[in-house]
Every structure is written in structure tokens, then in C-alpha cells.
């Protein structure tokens, strides 16, 4: 009994180490359709780079529901009964975690010289060239991927509350500005971070992964859809 307890354990650790190694290394996937759409990586366009980005999104979020796709199931069947008292915790702790990244980031820019992440720059010119297939990708596709990855997957591998919350809300901040060229830009972790330590609640108090994927693409989708109307 619990030898087979131990088994269970180490296969969970597993596919959450997994989960995340797919998810870092997805951006070789790239690969594919810059072959098929023959596009010149040389002359790489904001258009282009949307286009690949998505196509490389849809494949990866088709990977994690394959991995996942009995769980998905489940949660799915339970959040068609539960969805009020679900979003209502999603909502919730959506709202904190907000504030929390809104106030950090007004403070980022008073005692730094930091306007905004380069990752939030990049994205801005990825909405400016394609607006509505941002929407798609950044709006639908990057919550399905960053929660089954960042939620899920990291779950698998701590199951106390707290550390699980903790570690979710870091990796998560910490893959938003990893490799940028600006040591300071490593303050917006402390944003970036704090919405997924709330995404990351919401899924532990949960047990289903649709109510932090509603809000992580509400909040996408928000963003997005007020940058096109700003322009």
C-alpha cells in the first residue's frame, strides 16, 4: 500500500516536471510554422511573430489537454455544477491579486526608471500589428497553457498550500521576465507574480482549473481588448 502511495506520488512529480519542461521548451516548436509559411526569420515582422506564436500555442495547449485530458474532463463535468461558487472564489481573489499587481507596478515606476516590462513592450507591439489575433492568442490560448502549467502542473509537484501558492506565483513572475537584458525589470515579478499566487489559490480552494482559466483570460482578454480601443 505504501509502496504503491510512493509510486503515485513520484508519477504526480513527474508529470508536473513534465508539464513545465513542455511548456519552456514550446518555443521550438516554432519550427513548424515558420517551415510551412516559409517565413523569412532574417526579415521577422511583429505580424509574422503573431502568427507563430499562436500556431506554436495552439499545438502547445493541445499537448497539455492530451497530458491532462482526463482530469480536464472531470473538472469540466464539476464546473457546469459549480460555476457560480467557482468564479465566485476566482473573482474574488482575481480582484486581490489586481490590486496587489496594479499598486506594485505603480510603485515599480516611481523608484525605478522603469515605465513597464519589456514583456508587456513586446506584447503591445504583438497587439498593435494583429489586435484581434491577440485576442485569440493572448486572450484564449495563454490562460488554457499558463494554468494548466502554472496551476496544475506545479501542483502536482507541492502539495502544501501555501508553498504550492508561493512556488506557482514565482515561476509564473519569474517567466515573464526572464532574459531581459535590465536586472531592475526582475522587480515585476512581484506583479506578474502576485496574480498568479492568487490564480493559484483559486485553484487550490477550487479543485477545478476552469474558474482560474475564466479569470486569467478575463483578464488577458480586459487588457487587450482597452490597448485596441487606446488605439
Same mark, same amino acid.
Given at each position: 500500500?505504501?509502496?504503491?502511495?510512493?509510486?503515485?506520488?513520484?508519477?504526480?512529480?513527474?508529470?508536473?516536471?513534465?508539464?513545465?519542461?513542455?511548456?519552456?521548451?514550446?518555443?521550438?516548436?516554432?519550427?513548424?510554422?515558420?517551415?510551412?509559411?516559409?517565413?523569412?526569420?532574417?526579415?521577422?515582422?511583429?505580424?509574422?511573430?503573431?502568427?507563430?506564436?499562436?500556431?506554436?500555442?495552439?499545438?502547445?495547449?493541445?499537448?497539455?489537454?492530451?497530458?491532462?485530458? !482526463?482530469?480536464?474532463?472531470?473538472?469540466?463535468?464539476?464546473?457546469? !455544477?459549480?460555476?457560480? !461558487?467557482?468564479?465566485?472564489?476566482?473573482?474574488?481573489?482575481?480582484?486581490?491579486?489586481?490590486?496587489?499587481?496594479?499598486?506594485?507596478?505603480?510603485?515599480?515606476?516611481?523608484?525605478?526608471?522603469?515605465?513597464?516590462?519589456?514583456?508587456?513592450?513586446?506584447?503591445?507591439?504583438?497587439?498593435?500589428?494583429?489586435?484581434?489575433?491577440?485576442?485569440?492568442?493572448?486572450?484564449?490560448?495563454?490562460?488554457?497553457?499558463?494554468?494548466?502549467?502554472?496551476?496544475?502542473?506545479?501542483?502536482?509537484?507541492?502539495?502544501?498550500?501555501?508553498?504550492?501558492?508561493?512556488?506557482?506565483?514565482?515561476?509564473?513572475?519569474?517567466?515573464?521576465?526572464?532574459?531581459?537584458?535590465?536586472?531592475?525589470?526582475?522587480?515585476?515579478?512581484?506583479?506578474?507574480?502576485?496574480?498568479?499566487?492568487?490564480?493559484?489559490?483559486?485553484?487550490?480552494?477550487?479543485?477545478?482549473?476552469?474558474?482560474?482559466?475564466?479569470?486569467?483570460?478575463?483578464?488577458?482578454?480586459?487588457?487587450?481588448?482597452?490597448?485596441?480601443?487606446?488605439?
Amino acid at each position: 500500500m505504501i509502496k504503491k502511495i510512493e509510486t503515485k506520488r513520484l508519477l504526480e512529480i513527474f508529470k508536473g516536471i513534465l508539464t513545465f519542461i513542455i511548456f519552456y521548451f514550446s518555443s521550438y516548436l516554432q519550427i513548424i510554422p515558420i517551415t510551412l509559411f516559409n517565413i523569412n526569420v532574417n526579415n521577422y515582422t511583429n505580424k509574422d511573430l503573431a502568427i507563430v506564436n499562436t500556431f506554436t500555442d495552439i499545438i502547445l495547449v493541445l499537448i497539455l489537454i492530451f497530458l491532462y485530458f !482526463k482530469e480536464i474532463k472531470k473538472e469540466l463535468k464539476d464546473f457546469k !455544477k459549480n460555476y457560480k !461558487k467557482d468564479l465566485d472564489i476566482g473573482l474574488k481573489y482575481w480582484v486581490v491579486g489586481l490590486i496587489i499587481m496594479c499598486v506594485t507596478n505603480i510603485l515599480i515606476s516611481i523608484i525605478t526608471p522603469l515605465n513597464t516590462s519589456s514583456n508587456e513592450e513586446a506584447v503591445q507591439g504583438l497587439i498593435n500589428a494583429t489586435p484581434y489575433l491577440m485576442l485569440f492568442t493572448a486572450g484564449i490560448l495563454a490562460p488554457i497553457a499558463e494554468e494548466l502549467t502554472f496551476r496544475k502542473g506545479i501542483s502536482k509537484i507541492f502539495k502544501n498550500k501555501w508553498i504550492y501558492c508561493i512556488a506557482s506565483g514565482l515561476i509564473f513572475g519569474l517567466l515573464h521576465v526572464i532574459g531581459s537584458g535590465n536586472i531592475l525589470e526582475y522587480l515585476y515579478i512581484i506583479p506578474y507574480g502576485s496574480l498568479g499566487f492568487f490564480f493559484a489559490l483559486t485553484y487550490y480552494e477550487t479543485k477545478n482549473i476552469f474558474p482560474s482559466i475564466c479569470m486569467h483570460a478575463i483578464h488577458n482578454s480586459a487588457l487587450i481588448i482597452l490597448s485596441i480601443l487606446s488605439f
